[in-house]
């Protein structure tokens, strides 16, 4: 399978002078990545539901801080290769990844045996479909990763919620209700609490799968623009249904179909150029 | 039943035929109705026929009994030829085996159900489910010998000064036979907990159990409270353990180490004995019932009360 991920690389990088990305984690260690180089990449990843085998051999770079989709009809892997970079898929019994998925800058494989899925959710958040805010208060469904990770001081979990609520532009909506039940927000509303609660504990790369199916047009516009800061702060890898959504908010598109990577470019030259006929007929609405 | 009647359409399509048949449909449906109805008042008119009666044949007793020496005298001696009427020590015999029972139901239930719903995989979920369900079909008399005969020896072991008929072997046996019940519910009320709801944690960098309580748990109160509080009605109204096991002495006392009699065990008691109808002692047995049913009655408000402030739309 080809990619033209170099072509596109090279196209992104022209701006040139970004500030370089200071990442806090939560151990104190401090990281800077260039943007645009390699966050994570896929190669030769399969996957396999029991006997059957959902992914073939998947090549893919996921470039820093940049927003990357994933589209392509019902069916053909997507949410499947998505929910990869965050080992979801052990939670479901026999299922097995054969290749890798290579983390950057550390160089590990993701889906290797002996890495413990925990330590790699801890860096990779992800965001639903549906809005999944736990039966808690607004405080604390965002503090539920940083207390997972032992922070249980008031001042610092107090402002790093603050930070996470800022960062979803929940915080001017939530600021008076913290103790409220998160249940008592709108869907929108919700999502966008589920993004900050992903965010407060400063993951590396930010899975969305399909975020805003379940959402109006109003909400989903809100989470469009939201997503589109984010690349400031994060890598983003997202799955979409829309291909207008894939078109807005995302620098690179990836095409899949029937479990394989049929193409992937620039997200403008994927809408006005592609390369492959799938792909073409998928984005002029010819299947799908 | 009250629809308006509309005009029928006039046309080919209205045959005598059809008319007819629809009249028989809705005659039918009324007929249908009027039976189901019938099959539920039943069950209404069974409660009002019971609460009637306790009502009523507790006025009896309350004509010889005034209400201040019932709920305040210490002892409760109706058979004898000194006798008081006071319900306290049957109250504290209830009560204090319920809690027993309940110390040991609610942490082995709730344990039980979170490792079945949040850990057991699906096999071994699908073999001790039926096994928990088993053991409440258990006869409440073999768990009442049970209790007089295997557990509190045991006691006796660590407890050497234990009576042989005590509160607490038989609380202990009754929470026993109520943790499959416990744990039944409890899990039914995890696992109704949304998958999405979980995956959210999980993607946290959640483990299994800090997902299981500080999510699942949260998110199946409701469920898990009214576990609890069924759990609470059943042991306040066991008869068979605490009549063999616990003694038969009305003990105002709320230590589990005391031998003592319960509502319930009193009930059976006294209606084994050949009292004479409508004597001041056999109207006793329905001023205990009286009480018994309110006790119940309240546990289920309060549970009522406590599930729909804690319920959880998703």
């Keep these: ?288 | 039943m009250n629809e308006p009647k509309r005009p029928m359409p006039a046309g080919p399509a209205t045959s005598v035929g059809m008319f007819a048949s629809l009249r028989y449909r809705k005659a039918r449906d009324r007929v249908v109705e009027a039976l189901l109805l019938a099959c539920g008042m039943v069950a209404v008119f069974i409660t009002v026929a019971i609460v009637a009666i306790l009502v009523s044949e507790s006025a009896v007793f309350f004509e010889h009994v005034t209400l201040k020496e019932f709920l305040t005298d210490p002892l409760w001696t109706p058979l004898f030829a000194d006798a008081h009427y006071g319900i306290m020590p049957l109250v504290a015999g209830t009560l204090t085996t319920t809690f027993v029972a309940l110390a040991v139901a609610i942490p082995f239930g709730t344990t039980i159900a979170i490792y079945l719903s949040e850990f057991a995989p699906h096999k071994v979920r699908e073999s001790l489910k039926p096994v928990l369900e088993l053991l409440g079909a258990v006869p409440t008399v073999v768990y009442g010998y049970f209790a007089l005969l295997v557990v509190t020896p045991v006691l006796q072991k660590l407890l050497p000064e234990l009576p042989g008929f005590n509160m607490l072997g038989a609380g202990i046996v009754m929470g026993l036979m109520i943790v499959p019940f416990v744990a039944s519910v409890s899990e039914d009320a995890m696992r109704s907990v949304p998958v999405y709801m979980r995956e959210g944690s999980y993607a946290m960098g959640a483990t299994r159990l800090q997902t299981a309580l500080r999510v699942v748990v949260p998110g199946a109160f409701s469920g898990i409270a009214a576990a609890y509080i069924l759990g609470i009605s059943r042991a306040v109204g066991e008869t068979m353990v605490v009549s063999i096991a616990a003694g038969m002495q009305p003990n105002l006392t709320f230590d589990p180490t005391q031998p003592a009699a319960t509502i319930t065990a009193y009930i059976v008691q006294v209606s084994l004995g050949d009292l004479p109808h409508g004597s001041i002692g056999y109207q006793t047995i329905f001023a205990a019932g009286l009480v018994l049913m309110i006790i119940t009655l309240l546990f289920n408000v309060a549970g009522f009360f406590l599930t729909r402030k804690f319920r959880e739309a998703y």
């Design chain 1, 1 to 288: 399978m080809e990619t033209t991920m170099s072509t596109a690389a090279d196209s992104a990088t022209t701006g040139g002078h970004e500030a370089p990305r200071i990442a806090i984690n939560m151990d104190g260690h401090r990281e800077t990545a260039p943007r645009n180089a390699a966050k994570a990449r896929a190669e030769g990843l399969s996957f396999h539901y029991g006997a059957h085998r959902a992914l073939k051999d998947i090549n893919l770079e996921i470039p820093e801080r940049m927003v990357t989709a994933l589209i392509g009809p019902s069916g053909c892997g997507k949410s499947t290769f998505l929910r990869c970079f965050n080992r979801m898929h052990d939670l479901t019994p026999n299922t097995r990844y054969d290749g890798a998925i290579h983390f950057y800058p550390d160089d590990f494989n993701l889906v290797a045996k002996d890495v413990d899925p925990i330590e790699v959710r801890m860096r990779i958040g992800m965001v639903f479909q549906k809005p999944n805010p736990f039966p808690k208060s607004i405080f604390e469904n965002v503090a539920y990763g940083l207390r997972l990770r032992g922070v249980s001081n008031r001042a610092l979990l107090e402002e790093q919620v603050e930070a996470a609520l800022r960062s979803a532009a929940l915080w001017e909506e939530a600021k008076d209700r913290l103790q409220a039940s998160a249940l008592t927000l709108s869907g929108g509303q919700q999502q966008r609490l589920c993004i900050a609660r992903a965010l407060a504990t400063r993951p590396e790369i930010l899975l969305f799968d399909e975020p805003t199916s379940a959402l109006d047009p109003i909400a989903t516009a809100k989470i469009e623009e939201l997503i589109a800061q984010l690349r400031d702060q994060v890598t983003v890898l997202i799955v979409t249904h829309n291909m207008q959504q894939a078109a807005r908010v995302s620098d690179f598109t990836a095409f899949m179909y029937l479990g394989e990577l049929v193409e992937v470019g620039d997200t403008s030259r994927i809408f006005t150029n592609p390369s492959k006929k799938a792909t073409e007929d998928y984005i002029t609405g010819r299947y799908g």
